[in-house]
């Protein structure tokens, strides 16, 4: 590959990769096509990204762009999976797919810049989504406003039983 070819693949690499936080690299080695190309459109339609990589020029780019971690993860055929959002669904989406294709094998990731094992992608991939955990949070914070919110509405209604009872007496009682 000529030099200048070169330098732009970099630029190009670059260029994409400082958009997106999250990294995996996978290695494909023993994939069959039509499974990679079923594997990319799925991945696709969520919004995650599969690229495949010549190594050297992947680790010039990350190593432009201060990411130096993942560059050790570069080795035989790589892929590269990126994703703009949550990270867990890339994650879960992966690995989901690594036990269907034994061939495709998570090495490494980068996740808002903390590099992560094999193991630590297991786990993030274990995690609800981000829009499930938003949710839990919200509904957590919500829950003691509700619960006093209830207890204020026991009590008024207990006080409106109350007073209904104190006019009905009254009023059997004509005064």
Do not use: C, H
Request: net charge positive.
């Amino acid at each position: 590959m000529a030099n200048e070819l070169k330098e732009l693949v970099i630029k190009e690499m670059v260029s994409r990769y400082r958009k997106v936080d999250n990294y995996l690299v996978v290695g494909y080695q023993g994939l069959k096509a039509l499974e990679f190309d079923q594997l990319r459109k799925d991945l696709s339609r969520k919004r995650i990204s599969l690229e495949i990589v010549k190594n050297s020029l992947a680790a010039i780019a990350f190593k432009e762009i201060g990411i130096t971690g993942i560059v050790n993860a570069l080795s035989g055929p790589s892929a590269i999976v990126s994703a703009e959002g949550d990270p867990v669904i890339m994650a879960k989406e992966t690995l989901e797919w690594s036990k269907k294709m034994p061939a495709l094998a998570l090495r490494s990731g980068i996740v808002d810049g903390a590099l992560l094992s094999f193991e630590d992608i297991s786990n993030l991939a274990r995690l609800p989504s981000m829009l499930v955990l938003r949710t839990q949070i919200v509904t957590g914070m919500n829950a003691p406003i509700v619960g006093v919110a209830s207890a204020f509405n026991s009590v008024l209604r207990s006080l409106a039983t109350v007073f209904q009872a104190v006019k009905e007496q009254k009023e059997k009682s004509g005064v």
